[in-house]
């Protein structure tokens, strides 16, 4: 099975605030990335985070890291139709700099 | 270039025919990464370089697929004698910085082995 684990769909209200969980197994990790895809495009990198790192901020997103859990968030505020799209938890696997990623979760903004 | 750049975009083929798959990174990055995308799966790694070497080779699916890539820049990954496992979308991605390993992806290759 996947070493990285998401839920595989979330619908969201347009205006509300979206969170997307994962889970992930590699405690060495030292980053965790988030990745958005839109339709028949490549990955856009939207934020990481370091391991010794509880939370980063970026405008509207908000990522949580529990190392003790190996979980982590990440928060969309005021959520956008733009915002529908896939993303993509990643760990960084080994000192080669190779990613885990999960199976992707699909967001949809409903208005 | 300005972005890491994918050719063919889209790429359909007959079983048992041989593709290959072309990666323009961003330039200056050293290191470079391939990843397939099954339709509703997640992405699997399948090769990562460093400069023109490939220390990390072990996620090549079987023997008919290989990669190489030349003057630190342009890699192909070539598939022989397709098989209809073979769809997928096939991603290339670029890091300058091992560090922090910020991966940049292409739009990647489309392949539909009929």
């Known amino acids: 099975g996947e070493d990285v684990e998401q839920s595989l769909f979330l619908s969201v209200r347009e205006g509300d605030s979206s969170v997307i969980n994962c889970t992930y197994t590699d405690s060495s990790s030292t980053y965790l990335y988030w990745y958005k895809q839109e339709p028949g495009a490549g990955l856009q990198l939207l934020t990481y985070?370091?391991?010794?790192?509880d939370m980063k901020q970026d405008q509207r997103l908000t990522v949580l890291l529990n190392k003790k859990d190996k979980h982590l968030s990440l928060r969309i505020a005021d959520t956008q139709t733009g915002d529908s799209a896939i993303y993509f938890c990643?760990?960084?696997?080994?000192?080669?700099?190779?990613?885990?990623f999960g199976a992707g979760t699909q967001v949809v903004v409903t208005p | 270039g300005a972005g890491v750049s994918q050719s063919p975009s889209n790429k359909v083929t007959e079983k048992g025919k041989d593709v290959e798959l072309r990666c323009d990174p961003i330039?200056?990055?050293?290191?470079l990464y391939w990843y397939r995308q099954s339709l509703g799966q997640g992405l699997e790694f399948l090769i990562y370089f460093q400069g023109n070497s490939a220390p990390d080779k072990s996620g090549l699916p079987s023997d008919r697929f290989s990669a190489e890539r030349t003057g630190g820049s342009v890699s192909t990954l070539t598939i022989q004698r397709t098989q209809q496992e073979d769809s997928a979308v096939y991603l290339c991605?670029?890091?300058?910085?091992?560090?922090?390993?910020?991966?940049?992806f292409g739009a990647g290759t489309r392949l539909s082995v009929l």
């Open positions: 991605a670029s890091s300058e910085d091992i560090g922090k390993n910020i991966q940049y």
């Open positions: 985070i370091f391991s010794n790192m």
């Open positions: 330039s200056g990055h050293t290191a």
């Open positions: 990643a760990e960084r696997a080994d000192s080669w700099g190779k990613l885990q």
